[in-house]
Nanobody, 125 residues
Framework: VQLQASGGGLVQAGGSLRLSCSSSGFTLDSYAVGWFRQAPGKEREGVSCISIKYNVDYYADSVRDRFTIARDSAENTVYLQMNSLRPEDTAVYYC???????????????????WGQGTLVTVSS
């Protein structure tokens, strides 16, 4: 079971990036998927998640209305579309998956079982 996060890069403030989380060995539709980030010297932060059932998603206050999480079942991928990026969004972004429901409209459990490697997002001012 492996997860691969990709799509990071360098972008100017106000720009956009789309991160991808793909898997090998399992179908992501059967897993809750979360995106996390960790900036230098800071604790890991849960950014967004999408549930297994009921099409529920969750966003941290810091990214709500700027980021969108979505599944592409055909591609077995979960995307994180990031718009209106800010320098404070600079971090290594990780995706994670769990076979148990870990994503609810008002709660984002962060003890996911499977983790991918990070992808670096750098937003310049």
């Amino acid at each position: 079971v492996q997860l691969q996060a990709s799509g990071g890069g360098l972008v100017q403030a106000g720009g956009s990036l789309r991160l991808s989380c793909s898997s090998s060995g399992f179908t992501l539709d059967s897993y809750a998927v979360g995106w996390f980030r960790q900036a230098p010297g800071k604790e890991r932060e849960g950014v967004s998640c999408i549930s297994i059932k009921y099409n529920v998603d969750y966003y941290a206050d810091s990214v709500r209305d700027r980021f969108t999480i979505a599944r592409d079942s055909a591609e077995n991928t979960v995307y994180l579309q990031m718009n209106s990026l800010r320098p404070e969004d600079t971090a290594v972004y990780y995706c994670a998956a769990d076979p148990w429901e870990k994503c609810f409209s008002g709660r984002f459990f962060q003890d996911y079982e499977y983790w991918g490697q990070g992808t670096l997002v750098t937003v310049s001012s």
